[in-house]
């Protein structure tokens, strides 16, 4: 098992330095095989193809470290971590996010939403049986508030991604941190309104 994650991180690792060198849409496989030292089939044993390399090393450098005991109380420092790893590897997310944006959006919503997801299903088991807003929130209705705060969060961190990561991971967590409270808050005094009425 070690030696499969070993030879994984060569071959991201070959990706990695090849994307210093140029665009990640003009990398081919054989390319990252050659710097890595293993031939082709080495390669397919482990990846479907580049993309699937790509989302394997944004998961296992970027999400996976940072998301350990994700909860609603911090998951801005876990965001923050994110940000923090993304910016460490600066010349080679910007290459592969401005090459292959639809493919690390799908990864980064897939991942965004579950949390969002997770959070909305916390709200409904901590909300008092009158309070219709949470407790009796439809399934699709839940599903489709957790897809459209992933996109609002996707949307963003890409564009920070995009303008060069100029703005301080912590300045852009604080920001989104914000955010959520303030919706979290109008959520509240709407269900209050809803329950006086």
Not at 81 to 99: P, Q, W, Y
Not at 153 to 164: A, D, K, P, S, Y
Request: with cysteine.
């Amino acid at each position: 098992m070690q030696e499969v994650l070993n030879t994984k991180r060569i071959i991201a690792r070959s990706l990695k330095e090849l994307s210093d060198e140029k665009p990640f849409d003009k990398i081919s496989v054989g390319e990252i095989a050659a710097r890595s030292n293993v031939n082709r089939q080495t390669f397919y044993y482990h990846f479907q193809d580049k993309y699937d390399l790509l989302k394997w090393i944004y998961k296992e450098d970027y999400f996976t470290p940072n998301m350990k005991d994700l909860s609603m109380d911090n998951w801005d420092k876990c965001l923050e971590g994110i940000l923090e790893a993304v910016r460490r590897d600066r010349s080679f997310c910007i290459n592969t996010i401005k090459h292959t944006e639809s493919d690390v959006k799908d990864l980064f919503l897939t991942d965004t939403e579950k949390i969002f997801g997770s959070a909305i299903e916390y709200l409904r088991s901590v909300s008092e049986d009158n309070d219709r807003t949470f407790r009796h929130m439809d399934p699709k209705e839940q599903s489709f508030i957790a897809r459209f705060f992933a996109y609002g969060v996707c949307g963003m961190l890409i564009e920070w991604v995009e303008r060069g990561m100029k703005e301080e991971p912590r300045l852009v967590t604080k920001r989104m941190s914000l955010l959520l409270e303030t919706c979290k808050e109008l959520a509240y005094k709407q269900a209050t309104m809803e329950k006086e009425q």
